[in-house]
């Protein structure tokens, strides 16, 4: 079992910015791919960006430019780095990992951004 926790959402103005972080824990050996998604109120949950275990990334297209996923394997950590916010990017953010084929998720962490 992973146990996934999310950290660093907030409230946030219009061209702000926020630092997520995602700490891995529990039986933690061969993680691969791990990401992050969000869900808006009233949507559905949509992917953000992910990173491989090597550091090779993808983004979707709201994300690029503006939000950077990166991870340190030996804090077991993953972060996305988000830069110029806007009020559309505001939801609930999940971080996710991919072990042997076994999806796991964290509880959420709320991102708002607001004037």
């Known amino acids: 079992q992973v146990q996934l926790v999310e950290s660093g959402g907030d409230l946030v103005q219009p061209g702000g910015f926020l630092r997520l972080s995602c700490v891995a824990s529990?039986?933690?050996?061969?993680?691969?791919?791990m990401g992050w998604f969000r869900q808006a109120p009233g949507k559905q949950r949509e992917l953000v960006a992910i990173i491989g275990s090597s550091g090779n990334t993808n983004y979707d297209d709201s994300a690029k430019g503006r939000f950077t996923i990166s991870r340190d394997n030996a804090k077991n950590t993953v972060y996305l780095q988000m830069n110029s916010l806007e009020p559309e990017d505001t939801a609930v953010y999940y971080c996710?990992?991919?072990?042997?084929?076994?999806?796991?998720w964290g509880q959420g962490t709320q991102v708002t951004v607001s004037s």
């Open positions: 529990g039986t933690i050996f061969d993680i691969g791919v």
């Open positions: 996710c990992a991919n072990q042997r084929g076994v999806i796991y």
